[in-house]
């Protein structure tokens, strides 16, 4: 599974969303959700959360 597979589990894990863009790998700033109407605001800001928090290193990557 690739890094950006990863973080699109992990917040889909926590908030309904269509789809994740990333700009640049290992950038949470450049990362963009496209939540699902149906989150809420809560859902959306784990979702924020989860990519706020994401471990983009090999070490986390090679555990997962």
């Keep these: ?3 950006i597979n990863r ?3 992990s917040i889909q894990a926590v908030c309904p969303i269509i ?3 990333i700009g640049t ?3 949470s700033a450049s990362v ?3 939540f699902n109407p149906s989150a809420t ?3 959306r ?3 924020q959360n989860v990519v706020d928090t994401f471990d ?3 070490a986390a990557q090679d555990a997962s």
């Design 1 to 3: 599974m690739s890094k």
């Design 7 to 9: 973080l699109q589990d």
């Design 19 to 21: 789809g994740v863009s």
């Design 25 to 27: 790998t290992g950038v």
């Design 32 to 34: 963009r959700i496209d």
């Design 41 to 43: 605001s809560a859902q």
């Design 45 to 47: 800001t784990a979702g």
């Design 56 to 58: 983009w290193s090999q």
